[in-house]
């Protein structure tokens, strides 16, 4: 689980901020990577991440979004 935006415990540490200049709100999402593994020899493997996704948003129209399949880190290509 990921979460991103403002730091809710800055005023923790620092009473007199209670806004660390990120968003002022919280976004909420899982980190969804699909991969492959492949023998090279008997004893040695290769690992190779396809895609990385971003999954259940607390944000309604970016859950829709993000949740559609059709937005996708393709991180194959990448390694290449």
């Excluded at 709100?25 to 971003?54: N, R």
């Amino acid at each position: 689980e990921v979460k991103v935006g403002s730091i809710p415990f800055l005023s923790d540490f620092v009473p007199f901020l209670t806004y660390s200049g990120g968003l002022p709100v919280t976004v909420d999402g899982a980190i969804v990577s699909t991969a492959d593994i492949t023998p090279i020899t008997s004893s040695e493997w290769e690992l190779y991440m396809d895609t990385v996704e971003i999954k259940g948003s607390n944000v309604p129209f970016l859950r829709d979004l993000l949740d559609s399949g059709n937005i996708a880190l393709k991180s194959r290509a990448l390694s290449d």
